[in-house]
């Protein structure tokens, strides 16, 4: 609207209706503006409630920050529940990271990292050497199936520190130790599939075990035996 040349300009006020919405909210065809922002403020606050305030936060953070003589019952319930939540957290990673890859012993440490150490996890041994071809094909299938299972320690060992004047001629060897004892002892690719081997054939038999878990509903082995006959 223009008075003299000037000009104004008109604000509406953002809580201000137009007669037809008060018709329509007196009507019940729309809601009143009023209760739409009421309605929103409760909701808003209800999600502030259930927002745990110590999420994503760091345990030695809270412990710095926080003085539980001067915290609410609330918060010292909060608290309490985000570390717990935490320590659950962390202690599950601990454990699925528990190993992952092919660790290499000693002979002095066996007994330590093999025979002791599989009163609490599986353990399974891999003796080589390193000019031996079939050796270096089981170490590569082993560095794969040792990162899918690290619930299961891996260890390599050249054959004749391990055992003294140990025959090459029955490597690549594997040793399945569980619960302190020997439950499987593989020597040569034989009965892995020879040169076929692999990662799935690896973790079957670990299976068979008792030492694995795998999704695998059946020996992987078979389907080279039924092409070897087909030749």
């Avoid at 962390?90 to 890859?101: E, I, P, S, T």
């Avoid at 140990?166 to 619960?179: Q, S």
Wanted: aromatic share 8%.
């Amino acid at each position: 609207m223009s008075f003299f040349g000037g000009s104004t300009t008109y604000h509406k006020d953002p809580n201000e209706t137009t007669e037809w919405e008060d018709i329509l909210a007196e009507r019940g065809i729309v809601p009143r503006k009023k209760d739409v922002e009421k309605a929103l403020d409760e909701v808003l606050e209800e999600r502030k409630e259930k927002v745990n305030p110590y999420e994503g936060r760091d345990l030695d953070e809270l412990e710095d920050d926080l003085d539980e003589e001067l915290m609410s019952d609330d918060d010292l319930a909060a608290l309490n529940e985000y570390r717990q939540k935490r320590m659950a957290e962390l202690q599950k990673a601990a454990v699925k990271n528990r190993f992952g890859y092919l660790i290499t012993i000693t002979r002095s440490e066996f007994v330590r990292q093999v025979t002791e150490a599989s009163q609490d996890y599986p353990v399974v041994v891999f003796l080589y050497k390193d000019e031996i071809e079939d050796c270096r094909i089981l170490k590569e299938i082993l560095d794969k199936v040792s990162a899918r299972q690290p619930m299961v320690k891996f260890v390599q060992m050249i054959s004749t520190d391990c055992i003294k004047d140990y025959p090459d001629k029955n490597l690549p060897a594997l040793f399945v130790y569980n619960k302190g004892s020997i439950v499987k002892q593989i020597t040569t690719l034989r009965e892995l599939g020879g040169r076929k081997v692999s990662v799935d054939i690896v973790e079957w038999v670990l299976q068979e075990c008792g030492v694995v878990e795998t999704d695998l509903e059946e020996d992987p082995r078979k389907t080279i035996r039924t092409n070897v006959l087909r030749l």
